[in-house]
Every structure is written in C-alpha cells, then in structure tokens.
C-alpha cells in the first residue's frame, strides 16, 4: 500500500473522542494568503482510516491539499459505545464535527473544506454539504445514496434465504436493544451463502484486501433497517457546489442508476468506470483512473 507521513488527531464529535489522520499538502499550487484548501474523508459502510483510504489522501496531499481522513464514533480508532453500530444521522454529524476541527488546522483555509466519501460515505457528503457556504467542493466516489434502490438491487444478486436471514437479524437486534440487551453483530463481509452484510462473490477478498489493522468484521445486524430509510440522493438537488460523482457501471452494492440520478440533482460532473464497487481501490485496474480525476478535478475548482 502506498504510505507517506501523517499526523493522528483527535477531536471532538457531540461528546465523543473521534480519531483522524491528517496529511499536509505539499507545494503552494492552491494556497492564498488564508491558506491552503482541506479534505475532509471517511469510509464507506463498516470501513475504516486504515482501509483503503491512505492512497486517495496521498494523491491529493501531494497536489497541495491538506487531508482529514477520520473514522466514526464506534469505529478504527475512535471511541464511542455501542461499536459497529451504523447510524446515518450521528455519521453526518462525525462528518460535520471532522468539518470543524479541518478548519482549525494549521496552515489551512477554513472557507475551503472539500468533503470526500466513498460508498455510504458518498451520500453522507451530499447531506453534510447542504447549506453550507464553507464547502468548495465535494467528491462522492461510488456512493450508496438511494436505500430502497440498493435493497432492490440487493434482490436481484443475493438469494430470499440469504436476505432473510440479515432481516431476522436485524429484527433480533433491534428487540435486544429495546430491552437494554446487547445487539446482534453479523459480519460486515463473508462469503456468498454465509450470514453477513455483503456476500457477493468476491466481495469479501476484496474488502479484506484493504482492510486495516483496525478494521473489525462486525456489524450491528440492524444496520439494514438503517440504510432502507438512506435518502441521501435527496440532499443533492439543494447543492449549489461543484461536484464530482464517480460511478462504477456495473456496482453490484451501491446502485450506478441512483448515483447518476443524484449526479443530475446537483448539476455534477461525472466519471464512469466499467468496474464493480471495490474496483477503484489501489491494487485495482481502475484505482489510478479514479484518483487522477479527483486530482484533475478539484486542482481545477480550487485554482487560486
């Protein structure tokens, strides 16, 4: 994997200690007299600062832009009790809180925050980015934004047993909470036939082959009531920022047609990749395709 120098930070997010990474950027290409601009990242569903991200920060540090990558409360290295639970409204307000302490970094322009998500986290920017005169830009990078479509597209790759199975679950765990227990946990990827959240085939090579030393395959198994409510595609026809929608055509986790239907909602520039979800990460073909138009991209937006 590709590594270059970091700091790790802390900060707060409505009481509870968030850990991050942070990347300077190198060079004076986009910096003012303010400073220079910011990306604030996170993970998709489940995932982690250790899991994938580094090689899209480094890209971007290297053509002059600081990096926040953070992880979720209950997540990687941030604290917050349950863990491995997935909640859409207290991630945004992560996303947020991360926001906040990007701007109070040394060197940086406060009013030049570019948020960047991938998967769930794709959809997490478009609602975090929502009337906020400080954001620059945001990139949302084969994002999940759209529940009922992904729960449809879930349908036609997995079996009714297997479905089944995740919403028994769910049901289970949502019943132990409501009686102070604790929850049912599921794999956040296994292999097609077992119980977990994703079990495509390949799914689960793929994943743990950007998994971190911090990643846990555990999640709440009431996650998938969670994301059958996810709106997201909602919040994107209130931008008014640049935004640059990377879709993978043939997505078999995060629906291309919603993506694109979110792309036209904020009037985005889009690029199309004919690949599966996990095949824009380093290591595959189209990680470098990828990378290189969040560059081209957001040096052309942020141009002094």
Same mark, same amino acid.
């Given at each position: 994997m590709t590594t270059t120098k970091h700091d790790e930070l802390t900060f707060d997010s409505h009481g509870t200690t968030c850990a991050a990474w942070h990347w300077t950027g190198a060079g004076s290409a986009l910096e003012t007299e303010a400073g220079r601009p910011v990306v604030v990242m996170a993970h998709g569903f489940g995932g982690t600062v250790d899991s994938g991200l580094e090689p899209f920060a480094?890209?971007? $540090? $290297?053509? &002059?832009? @600081?990096?926040?990558a953070f992880d979720y409360r209950g997540f990687g290295m941030s604290e917050g009790s349950p863990r491995q639970r997935v909640r859409v409204a207290e991630q945004v307000e992560d996303y947020r809180a991360a926001m906040r302490a990007a701007g109070r970094l040394p060197g940086v322009d406060a009013s030049r925050l570019v948020l960047w998500g991938v998967s769930l986290s794709g959809g997490h920017v478009l609602q975090a980015a929502v009337g906020r005169d400080d %954001? +620059?830009?945001v990139i949302s990078l084969t994002p999940l934004v759209d529940g !009922? *479509? +992904?729960a449809r597209l879930a349908a036609q790759h997995h079996k009714p047993s297997t479905l089944l199975r995740s919403t028994v679950a769910g049901a289970?765990?949502? !019943? =132990? $909470?409501? &009686? &102070?227990r604790g929850p049912v946990v599921i794999p956040v990827v296994a292999r097609p036939g077992e119980? &977990?959240? !994703?079990?495509l085939e390949g799914c689960y090579e793929d994943y743990l082959a950007i998994a971190g030393p911090t990643w846990v395959n555990e999640v709440d198994a @009431? %996650?998938?009531f969670e994301l059958g409510s996810r709106a997201a595609v909602k919040a994107a026809k209130e931008l008014d920022h640049p935004v640059l929608v990377q879709i993978a055509d043939f997505d078999r986790? *995060? /629906? /291309? =047609? +919603? *993506?694109a239907k979110a792309a036209f909602r904020a009037r985005a520039e889009v690029r199309h990749y004919p690949c599966d979800h996990f095949d824009v990460y380093e290591g595959k073909e189209w990680f470098g395709p990828a990378s290189a138009h969040q560059?081209?991209?957001?040096t052309r937006v942020l141009a002094v």
């Open positions: 480094v890209a971007l $540090a $290297a053509a &002059g832009m @600081d990096v926040l %954001v +620059a830009a !009922l *479509a +992904a289970r765990s949502k !019943l =132990q $909470a409501a &009686g &102070g119980a &977990g959240a !994703l079990t @009431d %996650v998938s986790s *995060a /629906p /291309p =047609q +919603a *993506a560059v081209s991209f957001l």
